[in-house]
């Protein structure tokens, strides 16, 4: 979440839900695959080689899998190993204001985290006066969209320096260093969506 604004390069596994997450995330999508194949528990475990009480406690998120026993379970009752780690998509998602997390002269606050179905997530960033952040790449084929709500952000990408006014937005290739600047006596706010890709 807020990695993203920090200098050092994000972790790959920093992107993705916190293991008492996944865990819920495959013991839900565990028990549609079975129930949507009519299965027991006990034809799992037959098919699965894996034993009746651990698919339960998979199913109930009191364990987490490792890679071997969801490979058998995938292979037992022919389901994707993708269709188990996939979170369900929320059809609607509401985020209140929250307490803003500072970084020096930056506060951010995580609108939307990492979501694996859409490769993107996005903040709300205030940059005090005269503050500035600087940011590494954030990988091959990243773009960073960023939305001016108040006041005017001075962005600089390599040699290049660009001003985006109130109500104006900025996107860019976000492979190489970038730094974000308020140059002026009063707050900035922006929105920024960082697009990972596919």
């Known amino acids: 979440m807020d990695k993203i604004f920090m200098p050092e390069e994000l972790n790959s596994d920093e992107k993705f839900a916190d293991s008492e997450e996944i865990t819920g995330i495959i013991g839900a999508n565990l028990k549609r695959a079975r129930h949507e194949r009519g299965l027991s528990l006990d034809e799992v475990s037959a098919r699965s080689n894996v034993s009746k009480s651990m698919l339960s406690d998979i199913e109930r998120g009191r364990k987490c899998p490792t890679v071997a026993v969801l490979y058998k379970i995938c292979e037992g009752i022919l389901v994707s190993l993708p269709s188990l780690l ?113």
């Open 86 to 198: 996939k979170a369900p998509e929320k059809v609607v998602e509401v985020v209140r204001n929250q307490e803003l997390v500072k970084h020096g002269s930056v506060d951010v606050q995580a609108m939307f985290k990492y979501d694996i179905n859409t490769s993107m997530e996005s903040h709300k960033v205030k940059i005090a006066p005269h503050g500035e952040f600087p940011a590494d790449s954030h990988g091959p084929g990243v773009w960073e969209y960023i939305f001016v709500i108040e006041g005017k952000l001075t962005l600089i990408i390599d040699d290049e320096t660009y001003e985006i006014k109130n109500g104006e937005a900025v996107k860019f290739l976000a492979n190489r260093k970038h730094t974000y600047s308020n140059r002026t006596d009063k707050d900035l706010w922006v929105y920024d969506i960082i697009y990972y890709g596919v």
